[in-house]
């Protein structure tokens, strides 16, 4: 059928309309809806409890260490063009490489002792050279001392995990999930295999900024926090309303299966075990996978980290998993009394 233009243009508007009622949050959209079904079932109003609270990650100065001050100056080895430091020392020295990023900066230290003690080998042998070689040895002694705050001032303390943990950010969806994290854990990874090979030969540097650059620009543990905030949210208000019903008026007070039970299980296989459990399992997977490989960067640094970021990231009291943990114990066992009451469980499940 031939559409006027007054109709085409209808048309037109109607499916622009149409596109723009896609929710900006779709896992938020979901589980308002799940909650909001099970309120109207009950009779009752979905909880007015406010979102958990998500800390941020550490500032700049809790969640870096101070770089120890090199005291032996490198001014004397500017000539020594026969172990190539001299042109190190220039890069070092030039407008760009003093205001060079952590990772940057450490890619340098990981260079200059590796051609440092390559230098030192060269000069083992050279009798006119031996004070040369002691002032050589102070520096590299010097620089590895300062190496693990380097890596950590570059990692766990750096601008990319920082930039990943912005809560800033939305929800992962229900699509995106599934699959989530894949490529920030193996940067993780990545990072962790690195940190014992700093200063030593044979170390890679082809791909050196790639992971750095993964995690900056993914704010993965920032997403995954944000959705374990929205399901803590859902859950517990799901819990309150069946519990609440419980104590007011049971479901089921004769342990025989009602209306507003039937109306309620199948709420509970639609919603919960076809869209929030998938949901759930997967923010959870995501999480677990993501806190491994952090414990693994953690377990590769060299140094103690920062007080402060140790108190808050590694070993907080409370935080959005453990309240996650919880509200997902209760929520289950809110729906497990119900159904058992209204004998809707499938036999020997409890």
């Known amino acids: 059928m031939i559409k006027t233009a007054p109709a085409r243009a209808l048309w037109i508007l109607a499916l622009l309309v149409a596109g723009g009622c896609a929710p900006a949050d779709p896992a938020g959209a979901m589980l308002a809806e799940y909650e909001q079904r099970v309120a109207r079932v009950l009779d009752a ?11 941020p990650w550490p500032r700049t100065r809790d969640r870096t ?7 032996t100056g490198l001014g004397g080895f500017l000539s020594l063009h026969r172990c190539d430091l001299g042109s190190l020392i220039g890069e070092r020295s030039s407008q760009l490489g003093r ?17 440092a003690q390559d230098c030192l080998d060269r000069l083992a042998g050279d009798p006119d050279r031996a004070a040369l070689r002691e002032q050589l040895e102070e520096i590299v002694e010097e620089k590895r001392r ?4 380097w890596t950590w ?8 995990l920082a930039a990943a943990y912005s809560l800033d950010v939305t929800p992962l969806t229900p699509d995106e999930a599934e699959e989530a994290g894949r490529p920030e854990v193996a940067a993780l990874y990545v990072l962790a295999a690195r ?18 650059e993964t995690l900056a620009r993914s704010a993965l543990p920032g997403r995954l926090r944000r959705s374990a905030q929205l399901l803590t949210h859902h859950l517990n208000g799901v819990a309150d309303l069946l519990e609440a019903r419980e104590t007011r008026r049971p479901l089921c007070p004769q342990g025989i299966v009602t ?3 039937d109306i309620l299980w199948n709420i509970f296989r639609g919603y919960h075990v076809e869209e929030v459990q998938p949901y759930l399992v997967a923010v959870d997977r995501a999480r677990r996978e993501w806190q491994a490989a952090l414990e693994s960067l953690r377990e590769a640094q060299q140094g103690q980290p920062p007080a402060p970021f140790a108190q808050s990231v590694f070993d907080p009291a409370g935080g959005v998993w453990p309240d996650l943990d919880q509200a997902r114990e209760r929520h289950v ?10 004998d809707l469980l499938p036999n020997g499940a409890t």
């Open 45 to 55: 109003r979905p909880s007015a409890r406010p979102l958990p609270e998500l800390s």
């Open 65 to 71: 260490l101070p770089v120890p001050p090199q005291r």
């Open 99 to 115: 205001v060079m990023s952590a990772p940057s900066r450490l890619n340098y230290e990981h260079r200059f002792l590796v051609a």
């Open 146 to 149: 300062g190496l693990p705050a």
């Open 153 to 160: 001032n570059a990692t766990l303390g750096g601008d990319a």
């Open 195 to 212: 940190l014992p090979r700093l200063g030593r030969p044979g170390l890679d540097l082809s791909d050196w900024n790639r992971p750095f």
């Open 259 to 261: 209306r507003d039970a």
């Open 333 to 342: 066992e809110a729906w497990r009394v119900v159904l058992v009451r209204c």
